[in-house]
């Protein structure tokens, strides 16, 4: 990103770098150095303020582009703090704040806005990953909790699965939309069409033997058996089969993950 804007050469952008994850592991109270940096450009950049006439009374002359380089959730933290700043510039303006106000001090108002802004984060998460945002504790209590970590891993665990297993469809259902696979009047005729894949046996048998295998495994491991040298081997037996067929399954990975098939089909051709 920062060499996109350095070659736009534009004197009207500027690009500010935040290490998310090194200036906020010790306490996420260090957003507030990254806050502190925009403040002079949030400042400058002001909001839209229209009157009962819709006449321009403020006119807004920038905006904040925020992009995590991995995740949507990290940069809804920050927004929501650049909005909650904006607010209350806009309250002490029209006098419903003074100057030393705080919003977190308007105790059913910030509870309000932290959790609207934390199920607005939910809904855009759902559409593209399947679950709802992740660090929404902070954004909806102020402070990261045991509670939103654990969320944040099942949330997690779930996105891991939906994008390796149904993400695929997703995928094609958008490059069919935008335009990106152009269909063949012939498939689904003559030609075969790019969705009808053939599963082969391996698809099929691989999952059915590490469940069987990982299933004999557990039961041999709670349930005692005649003697502990039996006990032990059966053990060895069904562990080694569940991990000979689980490494098998990451070896044709391919094969089991659900990959696009459209916008990948015609980047070959």
């Known amino acids: 990103m920062e060499q996109q804007v350095l070659r736009a050469a534009n004197s009207n952008m500027r690009y500010e770098a935040f290490d998310f994850h090194k200036e906020c592991s010790p306490s996420w109270s260090r957003l507030s150095v990254l806050m502190d940096r925009l403040a002079a450009d949030q400042q400058q950049f002001g909001y839209l303020m229209?009157?009962?006439?819709a006449s321009e009374v403020r006119q807004q002359k920038g905006v904040f582009r925020?992009?995590?380089?991995?995740?949507?959730?990290?940069?809804?933290?920050?927004?929501?703090?650049?909005?909650?700043?904006?607010?209350?510039?806009?309250?002490?303006?029209?006098?419903?704040?003074q100057e030393s106000d705080k919003i977190e001090a308007q105790g059913t108002f910030d509870y309000v806005f932290r959790n609207v802004w934390a199920d607005n984060a939910d809904f855009i998460s759902?559409?593209?990953?399947?679950?709802?945002?992740?660090?929404?504790?902070f954004t909806r209590t102020g402070q990261r909790t045991r509670w939103g970590m654990?969320?944040?891993?099942?949330?997690?665990?779930?996105?891991?699965?939906?994008?390796?297993?149904?993400?695929?469809?997703?995928?094609d259902s958008l490059d069919l939309f935008l335009g990106n696979h152009i269909v063949d009047e012939l498939e689904g005729t003559v030609k075969t069409c790019p969705l009808n894949v053939e599963?082969?046996?391996?698809?099929?048998?691989?999952?059915?033997?590490f469940l069987v295998a990982f299933a004999m495994f557990t039961f041999t491991v709670l349930l005692p058996g005649e003697s502990l040298t039996e006990q032990i081997g059966t053990i060895l037996f069904w562990g080694g089969a569940s991990i000979t067929s689980l490494i098998t399954?990451?070896?044709?990975?391919?094969?089991?993950?659900?990959?696009?098939?459209?916008?990948?089909?015609?980047?070959?051709?």
């Open 150 to 171: 654990l969320q944040d891993g099942w949330n997690s665990a779930i996105r891991y699965l939906k994008n390796n297993f149904s993400d695929g469809f997703r995928q």
């Open 66 to 97: 925020v992009n995590c380089m991995d995740c949507l959730d990290r940069t809804n933290v920050v927004e929501g703090l650049l909005a909650k700043r904006s607010l209350r510039d806009q309250l002490i303006l029209l006098g419903i704040l």
């Open 199 to 209: 599963r082969d046996l391996k698809f099929y048998a691989l999952p059915v033997v």
């Open 249 to 269: 399954i990451y070896i044709y990975g391919d094969d089991f993950v659900d990959l696009p098939k459209l916008g990948e089909k015609d980047k070959e051709v």
């Open 50 to 53: 229209v009157n009962k006439t």
């Open 126 to 137: 759902f559409q593209y990953a399947g679950t709802g945002a992740l660090k929404t504790d």
